[in-house]
């Protein structure tokens, strides 16, 4: 078993070494703990060193959406609302498919229930994006 673990090792030194020249965001998978649910999506924040990108979930196509733009360039047409009840300010975009708003997800820690059964007990598990 040591040759196994060195190569697990060296491999995940390489993907560090990699994902830090390489990724600026981060695809996440999420996975539903809710046993009648197990609902699965992915979502990727962030976008990556060329490109901007702000995502979240559209009510209407049932799917995380997001919108992407040029770094250095100004967000397109950002909405921001204003919540009374919390005293936050959310950002809104358009999905690009059907043009119904959808509330940016800044952080991961900010997806806190299954967007399916709308149960909380959500899991994400990060991996490596590209670009
Ligand atoms: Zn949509
Ligand atoms: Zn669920």
Known sequence: MPARSTL???TWLLTLGLASLLIAGTTYELT?????????ASLSLGGGRAFAEASGYCSKCANFTSIQWKRGTPEPDPIKV???????????HKCPKCTTPFIVIPKIEDVRRCPK??????QAKPG???D
Not at 32 to 40: D, E, Q, S, V
């Open 117 to 122: 059964c709308n149960q909380p007990g959500l």
């Open 128 to 130: 490596i994006m590209f």
């Open 8 to 10: 697990i090792t060296l």
């Open 32 to 40: 539903c703990t809710n046993k009648a649910c197990k609902h699965i």
């Open 82 to 92: 204003w919540n009374p009840a919390t005293g936050d300010t959310l950002t809104l």
